[in-house]
């Protein structure tokens, strides 16, 4: 079946350090790759996805690159701000007929200190 | 559009009660899911639906929990009776449609804890 998996957290980070959260997947075909943040206390919101090999999806400065040859889909940001401190999910949806539930990872929890 | 609601948001009951939790998805959306989520096992989908009707419900943890969806713009989470373990934040979750890249907006959580 599918799987994700992700960095264990947390990270902290410094405001302006650069980040990464590692993710990789298992699945047949061709899933579609998404990650989604959660800020303390609101529901998951989608911060970026890529349907296709080789696509980057990139979003509010944050960036991941559909890496097939890899299976991976790792998140970075350049500069990352005391507004990020969240929890970061990463998400595959699988490919075909009937493909339509979502697969995330375990979370990675993010904290950025001024 | 408002987005995905849900109610309540906070829900603290003890064990063997009854516990509803209530969603309504985005307008026009087809699909509409539902996840727990824990800190032991992270998110789950529980169960979701196409135009109102069950598609997937094998996620659905035990009898006690059930689902329903009677028309487009509301769906039920029933908890009868209610455990200890069952204490998460679950949450709702729709989509336009079932397409590979179709993107789910989620709503906020109830965070339920069973005493």
């Known amino acids: 079946g599918n799987s994700v998996t992700q960095m264990e957290g947390p990270v902290t980070l410094s405001e302006e350090a650069f980040l990464t959260i590692n993710c990789t997947y298992t699945?047949?075909?061709?899933?579609?790759l998404f990650w989604y943040v959660q800020y303390p206390g609101e529901g998951l919101q989608l911060l970026l996805k890529?349907?296709?090999?080789?696509d980057k999806g990139s979003n509010k400065g944050f960036e991941a690159t559909y890496r097939k040859e890899t299976t991976s889909f790792h998140l970075e940001k350049g500069s990352v701000q005391v507004s990020d401190s969240a929890v970061y999910f990463c998400?595959?949806?699988?490919?075909?007929?009937?493909?339509?539930?979502?697969?995330f990872g375990k979370g990675t929890k993010l904290s950025v200190i001024p | 559009d408002a987005g995905v609601i849900q109610s309540p948001r906070h829900e603290v009951t003890e064990m063997g009660q009854e516990v509803t939790l209530r969603c309504k998805p985005i307008?026009?959306?087809?699909?509409l899911f539902w996840y727990r989520q824990t800190m032991m096992r992270g998110l789950e989908l529980l169960i979701y639906?196409?135009?109102?009707?069950?598609?997937?419900d094998s996620g659905m943890p035990e009898d006690r929990f059930s689902a329903k969806m009677p028309n487009a713009s509301f769906s039920t989470l029933k908890i009868q009776p209610s455990e200890p373990r069952d204490s998460a934040v679950y949450f709702c979750?729709?989509?336009?449609?079932?397409?590979?890249?179709?993107?789910?907006?989620f709503g906020p959580g109830t965070r339920l804890t069973v005493l």
């Open positions: 979750a729709s989509s336009l449609g079932g397409g590979d890249s179709d993107t789910q907006y």
């Open positions: 699945a047949t075909g061709y899933p579609s």
């Open positions: 890529a349907t296709k090999a080789d």
């Open positions: 998400a595959l949806k699988g490919s075909g007929a009937g493909s339509y539930q979502l697969t």
């Open positions: 307008s026009g959306h087809d699909y």
């Open positions: 639906f196409n135009n109102n009707v069950p598609i997937d």
